[in-house]
C-alpha cells in the first residue's frame, strides 16, 4: 500500500499532518493546491479524476515530449483514483470515500453536488466529523451560487487588479492563478482550523468552509475599505507603490545594464537614507507629512543615479546607505540563488516521464514535523486498486463489475 510517505522513512513518522484522511472532487487549481499543500505535510489525498480524461489540469501549461509539466508540481503527493460522477454507482462510492475521510475538498458546482448529493448536508449527515471545504465562484449562500467562477474573475472583483498597474494604463492582472492560490492557502488554514476542533472538541459536529475565490484576494487588502469608509478615498493605481500608502517609496528603477532592481522604504528613516544617498536635503524629508510632496523628486533622483552605475554597484552603494533593495529576479536568476539553495526552495524529484525533476519545494518548512515529496504527480487512476480495494474493501469481483461498466475506467 502506498503512505503519503514512503514507508519506515522519518518523514513518513513525523510528517506534521501524517494520519490525516483526505478526499478531493475538485480540479485545477484552488481545489486541488489545497489538497497539494495538505499532501506536502504529510496527508493522505485521494484525487478524485473523471476516467475519460482526468483533472483538466493534466492538460494545462506547457508540455514536454507531449506530457504537461504544471501537473507534475500540482498533482504531487497524492493518489489518483478514477471514479464517473455522473452515474449513481459513481456517486454512492464518491460517498464512501467521504465516510472514510477526515476532510473533503471540492470546487464543483454547488448544484452540482445538490444533483449528485455530495453537498455539505448529505456528506454531514453521512460523517458526522467531517470537515469540508467548498470553494466556489461567488459562494454558496449567494443568488450567484451557481454561476461558473474562475481565479481572474475573482481577482477581478477583490479589488486588487483594479489597483494594479500603472495611472495612464489598463488594470493588470498579475501574470499566475493569483486568485486560485490565495484561494488554496486560506483553504488550507480554514482545514487546519477545523481539523484542530475535531481532533480537540469531542462534540465537534464537522465544519463547512464555504469559501469564494474573490473573497480570498480582498481579504488580504486590509486598508481598502476602512479608507473608503473613513475618508471617501477609492484607491487607483500608482504603478510600483502602494495606493494609500504616501509616506513610503516602492518602486523599481534600472541600473545602467537594464537590470531591474526594486527599492523599499516604509520607514522615514530609510526614506532619509534614500535622500542621502542621491544628495537631497534631508530636511525635505523630516516627517512623514513631508514624504508624499517630495517623492516625485526623490525617485527621478533614485532613477537618475541607478542608471550610472552598474547593477552590482548599486546594490553595494544601496546595502552601505541603509536602503533596502534587490533584484527583480526571473526564474533562471531564482533557480541559480544562492539563498534559494541555502533554504532548499528547490528540489530534484525522480519522475517516471522525465527523470530528475525540478520544482518548488515544501514550504512552508516544519523542522520537527516536516513534509517531504515522495513522487511527482501519479498517472490517472494510478492508485484505483490499492484505494478501492485496501480504502474502501472492494472486492476484486467488484472491481471487476466497476470497471466493466466503465464507473472506474478501464
Known amino acids: 500500500m502506498t503512505t503519503p510517505f514512503p514507508p519506515g522513512s522519518s518523514s513518513q513518522a513525523k510528517a506534521a499532518l501524517s494520519g490525516l484522511k483526505v478526499v478531493e472532487f475538485a480540479q485545477l487549481v484552488a481545489g486541488p493546491l489545497a489538497g497539494t499543500l495538505l499532501a506536502d505535510l504529510g496527508a493522505d489525498v485521494i484525487h478524485v ?25 500540482l498533482g ?35 448544484g452540482t453536488l445538490d444533483g449528485w448529493n455530495l453537498n455539505w448536508e448529505s456528506l454531514h449527515a453521512l460523517n458526522p466529523r467531517l470537515v469540508m471545504l467548498q ?28 489597483i494594479t498597474g500603472f495611472p495612464d494604463g489598463p488594470p493588470v492582472h498579475t501574470g499566475f492563478s493569483h486568485a486560485d492560490t490565495v484561494t488554496a492557502l486560506m483553504g488550507a488554514f480554514a482545514v487546519q482550523a477545523a481539523v484542530y476542533r475535531q481532533a480537540t472538541d469531542p462534540a465537534f459536529d464537522g465544519e463547512w468552509i464555504d469559501l469564494a475565490i474573490d473573497e480570498t484576494l480582498f481579504r488580504l487588502i486590509e486598508w481598502q475599505v476602512v479608507h473608503f469608509d473613513q475618508l471617501g478615498v477609492i484607491a487607483e493605481r500608482i504603478g510600483n507603490g502602494i495606493p494609500g500608502a504616501p509616506g513610503a517609496v516602492v518602486n523599481a528603477f534600472q541600473s545602467a545594464e537594464g537590470r531591474w532592481i526594486t527599492v523599499t522604504s516604509g520607514t522615514l528613516r530609510s526614506i532619509q537614507n534614500i535622500a542621502i544617498l542621491v544628495g537631497m536635503p534631508v530636511e525635505l524629508f523630516a516627517s512623514e507629512e513631508l514624504v508624499g510632496p517630495n517623492r516625485p523628486e526623490l525617485e527621478q533622483r533614485m532613477g537618475d543615479w541607478m542608471a550610472q552605475r552598474s547593477t552590482e554597484e548599486c546594490l553595494k552603494g544601496m546595502e552601505h546607505a541603509g536602503v533596502v533593495a534587490a533584484p527583480i529576479m526571473n526564474v533562471a ?18 519522475d517516471p516521464d522525465f527523470g530528475p525533476l525540478r520544482m518548488q519545494g515544501v514550504i512552508p518548512r516544519l523542522h520537527n514535523h516536516r513534509g517531504d515529496i515522495w513522487q511527482t504527480a501519479p498517472s490517472l487512476g494510478q492508485h484505483n486498486d490499492e484505494v478501492y480495494g485496501e480504502v474502501l474493501r472492494l472486492s476484486a469481483e467488484r472491481l471487476a463489475d466497476l470497471r466493466a461498466s466503465g464507473i472506474i475506467g478501464e
Open 135 to 162: 470553494v466556489s465562484g461567488y459562494g454558496e449562500v449567494t443568488t450567484l451560487r451557481n454561476a461558473p467562477g474562475y481565479g481572474k474573475v475573482g481577482e477581478a472583483r477583490s479589488g486588487v487588479v483594479y
Open 333 to 350: 536568476d531564482i533557480v541559480a540563488d544562492p539563498t534559494y539553495a541555502e533554504r532548499g526552495n528547490i528540489v530534484t524529484v525522480e
Open 49 to 73: 479524476e473523471d476516467p475519460g480524461r482526468g483533472d483538466s489540469g493534466r492538460r494545462t501549461g506547457m508540455a514536454k515530449d507531449g506530457t504537461y509539466l504544471w501537473w507534475k508540481v
Open 76 to 110: 504531487r503527493n497524492k493518489r489518483s483514483v478514477t471514479l464517473d460522477l455522473r452515474k449513481p454507482e459513481g456517486q454512492e462510492i464518491a460517498r464512501q470515500l467521504a465516510a472514510w475521510a477526515d476532510v473533503v475538498i471540492t470546487n464543483m458546482r454547488p
